[in-house]
Each structure stands twice: as C-alpha cells, then as structure tokens.
C-alpha cells in the first residue's frame, strides 16, 4: 500500500486504478491524476503507472486507450494499488466485505460496493453521485449514472453493474462499476416478496429475518464481480452464461452464509422464492435468476465441503453453478416451466382475520427495525416514506403510517436533534424489544 499526496484538482475515483504523474521517493509520494492518459503520453510527458502488480494487464489497459491515436511505446510501471474505502457502519455488510475483499485485492479487482444507508440519506444530485461514488467506467459514466438513478428510483434494488472491456488478445477484464448490496428500504419479508414476485395483495410469509436477507443480498451481488475469473468462458450464449453466473452468485452467498451460522431455513426460503419469481415471470426484460436448484444443494451440502479461505469458497460455488444452472437455452426453458410459487405467499384478501393479525404484528415489527436503522437521517426517514407505495402490502398502510410517523415528525429538526442507534456501530443484531422509535 502506497501513501501518496494528490495534488491538483482531480482525485481518485472509487473503484478504479489510478493513473498519473508520481514524483518522490520513500515516505513522501506526490502525485498529479491526469484526465487525458493518452494525450499525456503522445505529448513525450513521462508518466509511472500504479496497478496491483499486474504490468501485462497494465500494458493491455494502455493498448485500449491508445487505440487509434498514433504510435507509442509503452513501459508500464509496477507498484502498489492506491483506494479510497468507505467506512462502511453496517455490520452486515462488513460481514460480507471482510470476506471478499482480501480476496478482490489477490484478484485486482477493483469493487466499488456503495453503502446502503450512507446513500439512502446523502445529496441525490448528479455531481455528487459521479465524483463520490461511481467510478471512471469504460463507458464514461453516462450508462452507470443512468443504472444508478434507475435502481435509485426503484427503492435501490440490488446490483452489480460490471463493464466487460476486451483488452490485449480478446481477454475480457470485468470493470465493476458499482454494487448496491441490498435495499435500504426493505425488509426481510419485503426482499423475499420483491425476489418471488409477490403481488400487492400478498405477504411473504415465512420469510426470513431482514439481517439474513442482508447478509445474503450483499453477499451474492458482490460475488457477482467475481463471476468472470471463477467460471471463465460459458459456452450457450449470453442469457446461459448470466444464468451461470447468477447461480454462481446465490450459491456463494448461500455457503458464506451457512458458514458464519446462518439458519438453513433462511437459506432454503432464499432458493423457494427465488423458484416463485420465474414461476411468475411474465416474459417482460431479464429473465429472473434460475438458481434454485444451485441453492438447495449448497444447502445440502456445505456442511461436507472443505474450504480453508474465501477463494475455495468461490471455487465451490463455480463447481455448482456449472453442474446445476441451466446450460443451454432448452435447459433454461424446462426448468422454467417447472418451477412453482405453491405456499410462497399469504394472500391477504383471502386469509382469514386472526391469520392477517398475526401478519400485521409481524410486518409492525419489521417496520419498527428498519424505522430504527434509518432514524439517524431524516432524509432516508423521508425517503422511506415516498417509497411506501412499492413497498407496503395492501391492506397494511395504516400500520406503516403509524409506524414511521413518530420518525417523520422530527424530519424538520434536523439530523442533530435525531438519536442515532448505536447498533449501528456494532457487530451484533438487535432484537426487537431493543428497537424503539427516537423521542425528541
């Protein structure tokens, strides 16, 4: 790890490597960022590049964006990787970043995971979103940009958005863009309603804890930015090989989980809902992941596997993505076919009184959680509310009124005048008799 003083007005962006002008020696580096590589080098300036010790990637990465533009030759330098981390406050994501990220950095790979609650309550302003939180992607940050405001808009459903760039002899180099690990604005049942396609008049239940949907969530769609360089090239086509990788995804998350303690129910309700949304898939955009039948058998058999550090871990993961995804556009329309939403959901409009009773006082204190999580941030209180309506089953917006009013009301006293909660600052979960609503 280098300790570098940046000078100038452009500063590192996260997620991507940084290139510039390096001056200095031993404890003091100095170093100007430049915003036109190309132009630099054609104009004879000498410039060190700073890459994970990679000089044959580095050597590609320069080819690209020299492309086109005249000779050059190029003698890339070799040295440590500079990155900006967040300090990221939630205990579950921590869990799953302090797993793959030492192996990201043996990897070179770049993640850029976004923190949930630190966006639900930041500036939502372009400017902002380009300079602190996407990085300098292949495709000029408009299409990221666009994604992010997108998935924003629709209660920050998870992702991870990579850019598979070709460099050298048709090597893929995946560029993640960003991750959003999970919803800030949802909870457990909520995931798995959003995952299983629950209708307005349904409820997920059982579902799972929203610690275990978190955990989970963040997880698998980091694991995403691992895909490429754990199953390598995945012969079918595109939509086969995202399938591959999506069960790759869940089933990395799954063993994770169950590792570190995880309940197996929560884990074998992830794979029920996750069959319940392509059974309801109506055709319209990506199909959703096939990864059922990888989940169930990670379930199965984790408890059997040896794995010693985060890389066996992803290796197993890959082994059962290629043995039970679908391989072949007919595999992939057979397992649709097959799959079943029968007892995923409770159909409110036609359940029985005591039974939406004990629902409701079950959806009541999973508001009052995630009421408490954001109470630190009118703006995410504030937020949370707008997205109620794609949040809330029908039949229960009294209940999350009443829930996430006493929160709304301090919207005006500012963030100073709201307590925060100091689980937050921890690495345990809290019960719910621990969870109360802030007072002025």
């Known amino acids: 790890m280098l300790k570098v003083v940046f000078e100038g007005d452009i500063l590192p962006r996260i997620g991507a490597d940084v290139i510039g002008i390096i001056s200095g020696e031993g404890d003091e580096i100095r170093m100007e960022l430049v915003p036109d590589l190309a132009k630099r080098l054609l104009k004879g300036k000498r410039v060190q590049i700073k890459t994970f010790g990679r000089p044959d990637l580095t050597a590609r990465m320069l080819a690209h964006l020299l492309d086109g533009t005249g000779p050059a030759v190029i003698r890339p330098g070799v040295g440590g990787i500079i990155e900006r981390t967040p300090d990221v406050r939630d205990p579950d994501l921590r869990w799953a970043l302090s797993q793959l990220e030492p192996e990201a950095r043996r990897l070179g790979i770049a993640l850029n995971v ?5 966006l639900a309550a930041a500036p939502w302003a372009d400017r902002g979103l380009v300079d602190g939180i996407l990085p300098a992607d292949s495709t000029g940050e408009r299409g990221a940009l666009s994604d992010l405001k997108a998935l924003m808009a629709d209660a920050f459903q998870p992702a991870c958005r990579r ?19 999970y919803s800030p604005f949802l909870t457990g049942s909520g995931f798995c309603a959003r995952i299983g396609g629950a209708w307005k008049s349904e409820y997920a239940f059982p579902g799972m804890r929203s610690q275990d949907a978190r955990r989970l969530s963040s997880f698998r769609e ?15 086509g595109e939509e086969v090989a995202r399938q591959v990788e999506e069960s790759f995804a869940d089933a990395a998350a799954v063993i994770a989980f169950l590792r570190a303690g995880g309940d197996p129910s929560s884990a074998l309700r992830f794979a ?22 990888a989940i169930r058998t990670a379930v199965a058999t984790a408890g059997a596997m040896e794995i010693a550090d985060t ?49 409701e006082r079950h959806y009541r204190s999973e508001v009052a959680e995630l009421v408490a999580r954001l109470a630190s941030s009118p703006a995410a209180i504030e937020r949370l509310s707008r997205f109620a ?52």
């Open 114 to 118: 976004i923190d949930p609650l630190a």
């Open 163 to 181: 850019t598979l760039v070709a460099m050298g002899r048709g090597l893929k180099v995946p560029s993640v863009d960003f991750v959003i690990p």
């Open 222 to 236: 980091i694991s995403l930015a691992f895909a490429a360089r754990h199953l390598g090239r995945i012969a079918g």
């Open 272 to 293: 029920q809902y996750r069959e319940a949304g392509a059974a309801r898939w109506n055709g319209e955009g990506d199909c959703p992941p096939l990864s059922w039948l």
């Open 311 to 359: 890389e066996a871990l992803l290796s197993q993961a890959a082994s059962l993505a290629m043995a039970h995804a679908p391989r072949s556009e007919e595999a992939m329309s057979r397992l649709k076919a097959s799959a079943t939403d029968r007892d995923a959901f409770v159909d409110l409009d036609r359940t029985a009184f005591r039974t939406r009773d004990v629902l």
């Open 389 to 440: 309506v794609m949040t809330v089953p029908s039949g229960f917006e009294d209940a999350f009124a009443e829930m996430i009013e006493p929160a709304r009301s301090l919207v005006d006293l500012g963030a100073d005048e709201i307590r925060p909660l100091a689980f937050l600052d921890d690495d345990r979960e809290p019960s719910l008799d621990e969870v109360s609503l802030p007072t002025p």
